[in-house]
């Protein structure tokens, strides 16, 4: 970082702006549903390709290799059965519940697993800090993963410490808790290979974007535990009796 002005080098602004890039092409895969166009840049820039030369062995890097296989299955003009079937894949994950995958924070971060709780509302609260709000909470609640994403790229793309920082913590407290399990899940469940490797993109580039972020900023990453996550205290060992060392009856 620059000390001086707060703002990254170089070196870190480019880093920046190819790590948003990346962001803001997946958030345009969780958003809505693919049309042909969007078919047809993601395979004329081999997106896939991207993210594997992006991501490091192993950490993602076969991912991005699914994504490239994915796209190259289809054909250069899909038909309207390709697109119905990549349109009821995006329903079942983020519209119909059909794969038991909510895309807003509350669920998973709540015990009573139900939407519009606390963490709606603190997000409302960062988005409001940036002078930013959703369009529409009852049809798309703050906490949805695709909100909470365009954030965290708004971040980025300002380049600043205190944003970089802000991202940081952001991601910490609301994204990283639940959405690399989610996308794991799609991974798993999806029946097209676009929303499988898709999924498996959320888990993947999530983390390596927030060890940039640590790397730019200093900011240790602290993932906040899901319930159930907390590790129970520890029950106190029973002392061995041995007779003649402690009081007996």
Same mark, same amino acid.
């Given at each position: 970082?620059?000390?001086?002005? &707060?703002?990254?080098?170089? @070196?870190?602004?480019?880093?920046?702006?190819? &790590?948003?890039? !990346?962001?803001? /092409?997946?958030?345009?895969?969780?958003?809505?549903?693919?049309?042909?166009?969007?078919l047809s840049a993601l395979k004329e820039m081999r997106a896939g390709d991207f993210y594997a030369e992006l991501l490091p062995v192993g950490r993602g890097h076969e991912a &991005?290799?699914?994504?490239?296989?994915a796209l190259d299955s289809l054909p250069d003009a899909p038909d309207q059965?390709?697109?119905?079937?990549? !349109?009821?894949?995006?329903?079942?994950?983020?519209?119909?519940h059909g794969y038991r995958l909510s895309p807003n924070g509350s669920v998973?971060?709540?015990? @009573?697993? /139900?939407?519009?709780?606390?963490?709606?509302? @603190?997000?409302?609260?960062?988005?409001?800090?940036? &002078?930013?709000?959703?369009?529409?909470?009852?049809?798309r609640s703050d906490d949805h993963l695709v909100?909470?994403?365009?954030?965290?790229?708004? $971040?980025? @793309?300002?380049?600043?410490?205190?944003?970089?920082?802000?991202?940081?913590h952001f991601m910490d407290r609301h994204v990283l808790p639940w959405a690399p399990e989610m996308g794991r899940r799609m991974a798993q469940r999806c029946a097209t290979p676009l929303y499988a490797a898709t999924g !498996?993109?959320?888990?993947? /580039?999530?983390?390596? $974007?927030?060890?940039?972020? !640590?790397e730019l900023t200093g900011v240790a990453i602290s993932i906040a535990p899901l319930p159930g996550d907390k590790p129970h205290p520890k029950a106190p060992e029973r002392e061995l009796y041995i007779p003649g060392a402690a009081p007996s009856w």
């Open positions: 970082m620059d000390d001086q002005s &707060g703002t990254p080098d170089q @070196e870190a602004v480019e880093a920046l702006g190819v &790590g948003a890039q !990346a962001l803001g /092409l997946l958030i345009r895969l969780l958003d809505r549903e693919p049309d042909a166009e969007l &991005g290799l699914a994504l490239q296989s059965q390709v697109l119905d079937l990549l !349109a009821a894949d995006f329903a079942d994950c983020f519209l119909t998973w971060m709540m015990e @009573e697993r /139900l939407e519009r709780q606390l963490p709606m509302f @603190e997000v409302r609260e960062w988005y409001a800090h940036y &002078g930013l709000e959703v369009p529409d909470w009852r049809i909100h909470q994403l365009q954030f965290v790229q708004h $971040l980025m @793309e300002l380049s600043e410490q205190v944003a970089l920082v802000d991202a940081a !498996a993109l959320v888990a993947d /580039l999530l983390p390596v $974007l927030r060890e940039l972020l !640590a």
